[in-house]
């Protein structure tokens, strides 16, 4: 089955950085869109970044373009999320998603695999 797993969530400083990661499994990864939503407490999934199978086109919300960087690692099916500049604001849960070799998409519910999510906090 298919399975994705977050991993590099945790505390930061206000301006600091972490990098969050996915491993895939169970999918032709190559083939799959991939996506980085949050969420934070009593709001809704939000977009947050998104790459196509290749890796050649990457889309970002605009709140966050400036600041993150997704990547991905075919050969390793892996896809990262870098964040630097971190802000209070950034605190939420975030989630990688997949979805088949198609454009990459804002709505969560397009995604059809998600991973069960990893923790951020930024404090000021």
């Known amino acids: 089955q298919v399975q994705l797993v977050e991993s590099g969530g945790g505390l930061a400083q206000a301006g600091g950085s972490l990098r969050l990661s996915c491993a895939a499994s169970g999918l032709k990864f190559s083939t799959y869109t991939m996506a980085w939503f949050r969420q934070a407490p009593g709001k809704g999934r939000e977009f947050g970044a998104g790459t196509t199978w290749s890796g050649g086109s990457t889309y970002y919300a605009d709140s966050l373009k400036d600041r993150f960087t997704i990547s991905r690692d075919n050969a390793k099916n892996t896809v990262d999320l870098q964040m630097n500049n971190l802000k209070p604001e950034d605190t939420a849960a975030y989630y990688c998603?997949?979805?088949?070799?198609?454009?990459?998409?804002?709505?969560?519910?397009?995604?059809?695999?998600w991973g069960q999510g990893t923790q951020v906090t930024v404090s000021s």
């Open positions: 998603a997949a979805r088949g070799p198609t454009a990459v998409v804002t709505t969560p519910t397009r995604y059809g695999y």
